[in-house]
C-alpha cells in the first residue's frame, strides 16, 4: 500500500541549512505537501510541488522531487531556532486523502 | 483572516463520558476533515464532509461521529471516550477533495481522558 517514509530526527546549528527528505511509494501521487507542526498548534502549509516539476523555491524554503526515485526533500536555508518544529511530509492524488508521513522533528540550536 | 477555529483547545473528559469538539471557518471550503494526531505520530483520518457528504475511513471507530449542520461548521462527538482515544484532533478544510488542494488546519484540540 502506500507508504511515506522520513527521518524522524534532525539537529542543526542555527545558520546552516537544514535538509529533510522524505521518500513515498505512490507513482500516481500528483502533489507533494510540506507542513509544518509548532508545538501544541495544527499543522500549517509550508509548500507544495507538482509531480511535473523538479524544483520549487519560496524565500528561505527549497523542495527538490525526484520522481524517479519518488524522493522529495524540503531544504530551509539560513535556519532560525523559529524553525524548530515538527516537519511533515505528505503525498496527495485525486480521490484519495493524504497520506502523511511520521514527521521529521527539526531541533535548531543556537 | 480567513482562518480554521477549533474550540476548546484542551478538554478533559472522564471515561466514558460523551464529549464533543467543534471546528469552524470563515474559507467558505466544500471539505471538513477530521484527524487524530497521538503522540509522535501522523495524523490519521477520521471522516470527512463533502458539502452534506459524510464520507467514514473504513477503520474509524464506531465510536467517532460527526455532524455538519451548515458549511462553516462541523462537530465531532465521542459517544463513549476511552482511554485510547486522549489525542490531539485536528479539523483542516479544503477547497476539492483528494490530495490535489492542500488542506487548512486550525490548531486542534488536546482531549484528556481520565
Known amino acids: 500500500g502506500e507508504d511515506v517514509e522520513q527521518s524522524l530526527f534532525l539537529s542543526v546549528r542555527e545558520g546552516d541549512s537544514s535538509v529533510i527528505n522524505c521518500t513515498y511509494t505512490?507513482?500516481?501521487?500528483?502533489?507533494l505537501y510540506w507542513y509544518k507542526q509548532e508545538p501544541g498548534a495544527g499543522l500549517q502549509l509550508l509548500t507544495y510541488?507538482?509531480?511535473?516539476?523538479d524544483m520549487k523555491q519560496d524565500q528561505r524554503l527549497t523542495v527538490l522531487l525526484n520522481k524517479k526515485d519518488k524522493h522529495l526533500s524540503l531544504r530551509i536555508a539560513d535556519t532560525q531556532t523559529g524553525d524548530s518544529a515538527i516537519y511533515f511530509c505528505?503525498?496527495?492524488?485525486?480521490?484519495?486523502?493524504?497520506?502523511f508521513g511520521k514527521g521529521t522533528t527539526l531541533s535548531v540550536s543556537s | 483572516d480567513a482562518m480554521v477555529i477549533q474550540n476548546p483547545r484542551y478538554q478533559v473528559t472522564q471515561f466514558g463520558k460523551p464529549v464533543t469538539l467543534s471546528c469552524s471557518q470563515t474559507?467558505?471550503?466544500?471539505?471538513m476533515y477530521w484527524y487524530q494526531q497521538k503522540s509522535s505520530q501522523a495524523p490519521k483520518l477520521l471522516f470527512h464532509?463533502?458539502?452534506?457528504?459524510?464520507?467514514n475511513e473504513a477503520d474509524t471507530p464506531d465510536n467517532f461521529q460527526s455532524r455538519r449542520p451548515n458549511t462553516s461548521f462541523c462537530f465531532l462527538d465521542i459517544r463513549s471516550p476511552g482511554l485510547g482515544d486522549a489525542a490531539m484532533y485536528l479539523c483542516?478544510?479544503?477547497?476539492?477533495?483528494?490530495?490535489?488542494?492542500?488542506?487548512?488546519f486550525g490548531n486542534g484540540t488536546r482531549l484528556t481522558v481520565t
Open positions: 483542516a478544510t479544503s477547497r476539492g477533495t483528494g490530495g490535489i488542494t492542500p488542506l487548512h
Open positions: 464532509y463533502y458539502d452534506k457528504d459524510f464520507n
Open positions: 474559507l467558505n471550503h466544500n471539505v
Open positions: 510541488i507538482f509531480s511535473n516539476m
Open positions: 505512490d507513482s500516481s501521487s500528483t502533489y
Open positions: 505528505a503525498e496527495g492524488q485525486a480521490g484519495t486523502a493524504l497520506i
